[in-house]
């Protein structure tokens, strides 16, 4: 199993970003996709999830009516947008497919 983020960057506040997540060594066609992140000296936080065909999405709490999450399964690719950006969400993004499997991370900062 391999995840690649992309996309990454700095913003200023109220900016948007648009993460990438290009995906292979599964079936990524049957499988749920989520996005989480790290700030320094904080846990891992769920950002959002996408089921296998795309018509369930979940988020967490502070990002919702922000950011949406998609999947092209003929690209093997889920992807993060991010809109109205704000500095409490700078940390490492990471893309995850089951229990044990992470990218290396992208990371976002959100500052002026």
């Known amino acids: 199993v391999q995840l690649v983020e992309s996309g990454g960057g700095l913003v200023q506040p109220g900016g948007s970003l648009r993460l990438s997540c290009a995906a292979s060594?599964?079936?990524?066609?049957?499988?749920?996709m989520r996005w989480y992140r790290q700030a320094p000296g904080k846990a891992r936080e769920l950002v959002a999830g996408?089921?296998?065909?795309?018509?369930?999405?979940n988020y967490g709490d502070s990002v919702k009516g922000r950011f949406t999450i998609s999947r092209d399964n003929a690209k093997n690719t889920v992807y993060l947008q991010m809109n109205s950006l704000k500095p409490e969400d700078t940390a490492m993004y990471y893309c995850?497919?089951?229990?044990?499997?992470w990218g290396q991370g992208t990371q976002v900062t959100v500052s002026s």
């Open positions: 995850n497919v089951g229990y044990n499997y």
């Open positions: 060594g599964f079936t990524f066609s049957t499988a749920t």
């Open positions: 996408i089921n296998n065909r795309g018509g369930s999405t």
